[in-house]
């Protein structure tokens, strides 16, 4: 009886230390299999290139999740906080948005220094976050913006903000000599600021002819110009047409209303 019951003694305690040597082997095992749980948190993005001192809008910006231990300090994480504001530096596509790239109002454009004996030039007007877009930082004292229809041009996909474009027209001369003679601002016999070296073709028509109106001027934004189509059960938006809005002087700009209205 006595052998008896030892080797069952035995036998009990080589089936507890199997099952601890066991299930040590099975928790070291599934300890090195786990996969480490990853917390991830949701932080504003560009949905495309945002230009420096550009206006910041909803359509511009999404939202993403990243691992948290990846997102930069200082990310923007609502909609709210990063929309009507500026950018202060470029921003690239698929950027998380960051507080130290925007600002909800821009510093004034940098002045050129003013030369001894000369008049200092005005203070520009800038915009604080109501305008749909900022003074472009190219645009220099004595600069306006004007739009130039140009939905040929625009088709091609061949320009954006930024470009610097010959602007060239067909005008009437019976036409131009009726709107000077009604007190419209005539052209000035040398070519103007922005578009030195102006020349003049024949076009058709006997009293037609093309010039061009101004060069290398800058294409600030490119504007559509959208209307309301009724389709079977719905009202849908289409583009319908566009234009440039240039960057150009003053008299540049009255020469172009005359011809306009010519």
């Known amino acids: 009886m006595g052998r008896r019951r030892g080797g069952i003694f035995l036998i009990i305690i080589g089936v507890v230390i199997g099952l601890a040597v066991g299930g040590y082997t099975y928790l070291t095992v599934a300890a090195a299999n786990a996969v480490p749980k990853i917390e991830f948190i949701t932080v504003i993005t560009a949905k495309e290139n945002i230009p420096n001192r550009e206006f910041v809008t909803a359509s511009k910006v999404e939202q993403k999740q990243f691992p948290k231990e990846s997102v930069p300090e200082g990310a923007i994480q609502r909609v709210d906080q990063a929309i009507n504001k500026f950018a202060q530096a470029p921003i690239f596509q698929g950027e998380i948005l960051l507080n130290a790239k925007l600002t909800a109002a821009l510093p004034p454009n940098p002045q050129p220094p003013t030369p001894a004996g000369s008049t200092p030039p005005s203070p520009q007007a800038e915009s604080v976050g109501t305008a749909p877009f900022s003074l472009d930082p190219r645009m220099e004292t004595g600069k306006v913006m004007m739009t130039f229809p140009s939905d040929t041009l625009l088709a091609t996909l061949a320009v954006r903000p930024g470009d610097r474009v010959d602007v060239l027209a067909q005008v009437s001369l019976n036409a131009l000599r009726g709107a000077q003679a009604g007190g419209v601002p005539a052209a000035p016999a040398a070519p103007p600021a922005g578009a030195t070296g102006a020349s003049t073709t024949t076009a058709t028509g006997p009293d037609a002819m093309t010039v061009m109106l101004f060069q290398n001027v800058v294409i600030h934004e490119i504007g559509t110009v959208v209307s309301s189509v009724v ?25 172009y209303k005359m011809v306009k209205d010519a």
Do not use: H, K, W
């Open 231 to 255: 389709r079977p059960g719905e009202r849908v938006t289409v583009p319908t047409g566009g234009s440039l809005i240039l960057i150009v002087s003053r008299e540049d700009a009255l020469i």
